[in-house]
Every structure is written in C-alpha cells, then in structure tokens.
C-alpha cells in the first residue's frame, strides 16, 4: 500500500472571514442552493488554508496547492475547522454552477495535500501483468526515471514512463496501485493506462476496481 503521511501540524487561517455563523447578507435561500456547493468542508489539523483575490492556498504534510476561483466566490469559517463556500448571487446559473465546482476542488484539495489519493488498477486477462523498472532512457524532466512494463496480449510489452507528480507501485504482477495528491492528474494517468485495453464483452481489460 502506498505510505500515508501523519497529520501534523496546526490549522491557520489568512485573508478569509473569521469563524462564526454565515453572515445574513452571504445566506442562501433554499431554492437556489447548490446541492454540492452547499455541503461545508471539514479541515483536518494537519491543513493550512490562506486566500488571495484569485485563488485559495492549501498546504499540507503532502505540499501546496492553489485552487483558482472567480470573484464572485466566498468563504467563511463556520468554525476554526468549517469552511463554507458561498456565490454573491446564487440565482445565477453559472455561478451556482461554479460554486459546486470550486467546492469540490478545494475539498479534493484538502484530501490530496493531507493524506493523497490512490486508486488500484487491475489487469484481468490470460497472460496479462505488469512490472515496473528504470527508463532506459534516465531521468527526464517532469518524470520519476521509472516506467512500466505491461503485457496485455500485443506482440509487444507497451511501456509507459511514470511522471513525477503519480506514485505506481506493483502489488502483485496483475495489480498496481496508483498515488497522488491531485485527484484529476491521477485518473488522467489511469485512463491513460486503461485506454490500452478498454473492457470488451470475452476479451481482457485494464479495470480499476478492486
């Protein structure tokens, strides 16, 4: 299993509403809730969030990361560990549509800077399996200087370098596991392993379920 940082550290806020109740004028009527935007995003100690007029920073054990977000977009601390994310006008489609957006990228972003994510990738088929090993061709920039090696039933093994920002462990000769911080970049990178063999009725597959 990939390692998993310890939560550590002390919660910090910088340039955004102090704790306390939603102010009345940041309240949303009932039918222009977002039903993402509206849930509150639970901070873990280990997590330091700042805000700048175009993005909001989230540091933790893992690193930083910024999530940018129109003006339009609020926050407020319904507690020291609360965040709520609010629209200045909800009756607004688009904004209502970005308010579920950004909420979802700033909780992925507190995920993936406090413990990461990881997703398995199983190879089902006859002979199907996969190793990784040092890219011939060293170090490159943007990649680990490691690749893997997957048979899939081709007359060729299909050889795919590790970039830098996903962690590839093989658990077993038919299964990997995947590791990131960025939830997006990682099922970038197991689409990309997956599009090698995309599950058809009585062949092989690339699946990523457990």
Known sequence: MLPRL???GAFVRRGIST????????????????????????????????QSPKAI???????TTDVPHPPFVKFHYLDPQTLAVTVEKPAVKKQRAIWGLTRTLIANAVTGMSEGFSTPLNFVGVGYRAAMEEDPRGKRPGFTGQRLIMKLGFSHDVYVPVPDHIQCEVVTPTKIMLGCTDKQKMGLFAAQLRSWRKPEPYKGKVSARE
Do not use: D, M
Request: proline share 14%; net charge positive.
């Open 6 to 8: 310890r939560q550590l």
């Open 19 to 50: 704790a306390g109740p939603i102010p009345e004028s940041a309240r949303i009527p009932g039918n222009y809730l977002s039903n993402i935007g509206k849930q509150y995003i639970k901070l873990p100690p280990s997590v330091t969030v700042s």
């Open 57 to 63: 920073s989230v540091a933790g054990p893992l690193g």
